[in-house]
């Protein structure tokens, strides 16, 4: 079991759908961010929170939305995805301002759109 | 550009057979250098973080070192279970990011 719990584990949705993915850590952590992963491929960096604070949005298409209601929840909104978007998203934490901590990852949500 | 280059990127071992996996990295000021474990369907598990040339951590039968310009993984005696692909990642730079820059991995197989 991880310390990083994402909900749902599996998504299908149709491309005019609204649906959010969530994550959630108990480890104190300040830092907290979210990768696409497609198969055989390494993480890809979305976005990272720093202190509630988006703090990196490495180009994502605003049709992902992210959201960071607490020290504790990372959200990620998605509407009117494409199907190119199926992919593993996996969220992670790690330390705040200690930036050369480790992350530690979630076991993923798998999307797959219509 | 920052880079992190893994190899080889499959191996296939006998029970017991020990070998070394290689991860080089060009990356201007090194902030650390991660190794995970990822199990299909799985996120990416936490192994090791190595900050400076020469240092080494180990963990059962893995063990991790790094130098000015790689690092490898070396496993001793191999089971079954530690068949996964194992990530290398770098944080570098002197931004205040976090970033991750991580190489296309090493899927390892043993066989019993």
């Known amino acids: 079991d991880t310390e990083v719990t994402q909900t749902p584990k599996h998504l299908v949705m149709g491309m005019t759908n609204k649906k959010s993915l969530k994550c959630e850590q108990h480890?104190?952590?300040?830092?907290m961010y979210w990768y696409k992963q497609k198969a055989k491929k390494p993480p890809e960096l979305m976005f990272v929170?720093?202190?509630?604070?988006?703090?990196i949005n490495e180009s994502v298409p605003s049709r992902f939305s992210p959201e960071c209601p607490n020290s504790s929840l990372l959200n990620l909104h998605l509407h009117a995805l494409q199907p190119e978007d199926s992919a593993l998203y996996l969220c992670?934490?790690?330390?705040?301002?200690?930036?050369?901590?480790?992350?530690?990852f979630g076991d993923g949500t798998r999307l797959s759109i219509l | 550009e920052d880079q992190v280059t893994q190899s080889p990127e499959a191996l296939r071992l006998q029970e017991g057979e020990s070998s070394s996996l290689n991860c080089s990295y060009t990356?201007?000021?090194?902030?650390?250098l991660f190794w995970y474990r990822q199990d299909p369907g799985k996120g990416p598990e936490f192994l090791f973080t190595l900050y400076s040339a020469g240092e080494e951590k180990e963990k059962e039968r893995l063990k991790a070192t790094l130098t000015k310009k790689e690092s490898f993984l070396h496993i001793t005696a191999p089971k079954p279970e530690d068949s996964a692909t194992y990530l290398c990642?770098?944080?570098?730079?002197?931004?205040?990011?976090?970033?991750?820059?991580f190489g296309q991995g090493t899927t390892l197989q043993v066989k019993p």
């Open positions: 992670a934490s790690s330390s705040g301002q200690v930036l050369n901590q480790p992350q530690h």
């Open positions: 990356v201007s000021g090194l902030r650390g």
């Open positions: 480890m104190g952590h300040r830092a």
């Open positions: 990642a770098v944080q570098a730079g002197s931004g205040n990011t976090g970033k991750l820059i």
């Open positions: 929170y720093s202190y509630e604070k988006l703090s």
